[in-house]
């Protein structure tokens, strides 16, 4: 258990550091996390509307914040390129991501065709009944997504890797709220880039 609590620790500290300079992306994270508690409170009572507040509101604002913020030039603190840094990301990558979310858009399109999915649903006979077909295509994605990469890491690392990245991937909503409540005020103050993070690698 301590070598599990040891890894965790280090991947959160990688992801952190490697990954989140801007403090817009921080901010963004922030409302993603608060997001994902309200959708983590609603999944064993509306598994489609928390699906729905996951993927459009916690995973759009978190991805918007990786995509269009942080910065993706070399890296002075960790003395380390953006290409390095992608190459060792040990769960979705920018490329992996921009794969995933374009599979996410693209997922209910077979309602158009079908509305019964293949058989899964039956017809939808109102806008409502569509949406929450859509939830749960998305909820399937989403757990579909963070097993995949976690059985793919089995093989191109090691179990426990795979094992610790998933328990992080869950538990990151609560840390990213420890790690980064204060973010708004320091935009409010005008840092756009986390200036402690020098200090941190000291």
Same mark, same amino acid.
């Given at each position: 258990?301590?070598? &599990?609590?040891?890894? =965790?620790?280090?991947?959160?500290? *990688?992801?952190?550091?490697?990954?989140?300079?801007?403090?817009?992306?921080?901010?963004?994270?922030? @409302?993603?996390?608060?997001? /994902?508690?309200?959708?983590?409170?609603?999944?064993?009572?509306? %598994?489609?509307?928390?699906?729905?507040? #996951?993927?459009? @509101?916690?995973?759009?604002?978190?991805?918007?914040?990786?995509?269009?913020?942080? %910065? +993706?030039? !070399?890296?002075?603190?960790?003395?380390?390129?953006?290409?390095? +840094?992608?190459?060792?990301?040990?769960?979705?990558?920018?490329?992996?991501?921009? @794969? =995933?979310?374009?599979?996410?858009?693209?997922?209910?399109? $077979?309602?158009?065709?079908?509305?019964? /999915?293949?058989?899964? /649903?039956?017809?939808?006979?109102? $806008?409502?009944?569509?949406?929450?077909? @859509?939830?749960?295509?998305?909820?399937?994605?989403?757990?579909? #997504?963070? =097993? &995949?990469?976690?059985?793919?890491? /089995?093989?191109?690392? *090691?179990?426990?890797?795979?094992?610790?990245?998933?328990?992080?991937?869950?538990?990151?909503?609560?840390?990213?709220? +420890?790690?980064?409540?204060?973010?708004?005020? !320091?935009?409010?103050?005008?840092? =756009?880039? *986390?200036?402690?993070?020098?200090? +941190?690698?000291?």
């Amino acid at each position: 258990m301590s070598s &599990f609590l040891e890894a =965790l620790r280090i991947q959160r500290w *990688d992801d952190h550091r490697y990954y989140h300079h801007s403090r817009i992306n921080q901010a963004l994270h922030l @409302v993603s996390a608060v997001s /994902f508690l309200v959708a983590y409170a609603l999944a064993f009572k509306d %598994p489609a509307i928390a699906a729905l507040i #996951g993927w459009l @509101v916690a995973m759009t604002s978190r991805q918007a914040g990786h995509l269009f913020f942080e %910065p +993706k030039g !070399y890296d002075e603190v960790n003395q380390a390129t953006h290409e390095y +840094k992608e190459e060792i990301k040990v769960g979705y990558n920018l490329q992996r991501k921009i @794969v =995933l979310l374009a599979i996410w858009a693209l997922s209910p399109l $077979p309602l158009y065709f079908d509305p019964t /999915f293949f058989g899964l /649903f039956d017809a939808y006979q109102t $806008p409502a009944d569509l949406i929450r077909h @859509v939830g749960l295509i998305w909820l399937v994605l989403a757990t579909g #997504g963070l =097993l &995949f990469r976690t059985v793919q890491l /089995f093989f191109v690392r *090691d179990v426990q890797t795979g094992l610790v990245w998933a328990a992080k991937i869950l538990t990151d909503p609560f840390h990213d709220i +420890k790690l980064y409540h204060k973010a708004p005020l !320091y935009l409010l103050q005008g840092e =756009l880039i *986390d200036r402690g993070m020098a200090h +941190k690698h000291r």
